[in-house]
Structure formats: C-alpha cells, structure tokens
C-alpha cells in the first residue's frame, strides 16, 4: 500500500545476541560499528570494526565479502538502520543490532573495549 516490500524490511538482532553469535562463528559474521571514530574509540565491542555512517557507501572498498553476515551497530540505533538499509540494496546480508546502549556487556566490561576506563558508569 505505501511501496514498502517485505524485502525492504531491516532484519533485527539484538545486540547481546548478536555478539554470542559473533563469538560462536567468528568467521562468518563480521561486527561493525557505523559511528564516527571518536565515539568508536571510546567505547565499542571488542573486535569491532568501524566504519562511519558517511561512508557506508564505499562499504564495498572496505568489504567486499557478500558471502558473510554482517552485523551493524551504533550508539544511536537510527543510524544503524540507515546502514542496514543502503547495504541490503547491494545485496549483503545484514542485520541491525541496534544501538549500544542495550549491550549488556556495555555495564560489566568484559567484552567492551573502554579508551578511558575512569569514565565508567
């Protein structure tokens, strides 16, 4: 009715399930976090990669792999979205993980990399 397909849908994970996932299978799935690198650097999920949401366009340069899964992240879940949504364009397998906030890790540490550990909540 509004032009939406169900091949338009993101598909969802969340974010802590998402990472088990990542940790059982390391090699098929590939974790990216869309923020800027500033906010990447202060805090991200171990083994991460980044690339910003300004460049998700030449995320093809970056990977060009379309036979792995690749789960996306950000601090703000809308942004990861938008990410998702341009990479299923182009045909990759992606999920959206949200945003990082939801990361149960976030609150214990041990599988978030902190720059600054005095900054901890």
Same mark, same amino acid.
């Not at 690339?51 to 899964?69: A, M």
């Not at 299923?88 to 902190?114: I, P, Q, S, W």
């Given at each position: 009715?509004?032009?939406? @397909?169900?091949?338009?849908?993101?598909?969802?994970?969340?974010?802590?399930?998402?990472?088990?996932?990542?940790? @059982?299978?390391?090699?098929?799935?590939?974790?990216?976090?869309?923020?800027?690198?500033?906010?990447?650097?202060?805090?991200?999920?171990?083994?991460?990669?980044?690339?910003?949401?300004?460049?998700?366009?030449?995320?093809?340069?970056?990977?060009?792999?379309?036979d792995?899964?690749?789960?996306?992240?950000?601090y703000?879940?809308?942004?990861?979205?938008?990410?998702?949504? @341009?990479?299923?364009?182009k045909?990759?397998?992606?999920?959206n993980?949200?945003?990082?906030?939801?990361?149960?890790?976030?609150?214990?540490?041990?599988h978030?990399?902190?720059?600054?550990?005095?900054?901890?909540?």
């Amino acid at each position: 009715m509004f032009g939406f @397909k169900k091949s338009d849908e993101v598909k969802v994970k969340d974010i802590n399930e998402g990472f088990r996932d990542y940790e @059982k299978n390391p090699e098929k799935i590939v974790i990216v976090c869309v923020d800027e690198l500033r906010v990447y650097n202060e805090l991200h999920i171990a083994d991460a990669s980044c690339l910003p949401l300004r460049l998700i366009d030449q995320f093809e340069e970056y990977y060009p792999e379309k036979d792995l899964i690749y789960y996306l992240y950000a601090y703000n879940g809308y942004n990861s979205r938008k990410a998702c949504q @341009k990479l299923m364009k182009k045909n990759y397998n992606v999920y959206n993980l949200g945003d990082f906030a939801k990361y149960h890790e976030y609150c214990e540490g041990e599988h978030a990399t902190r720059k600054d550990k005095r900054r901890r909540r």
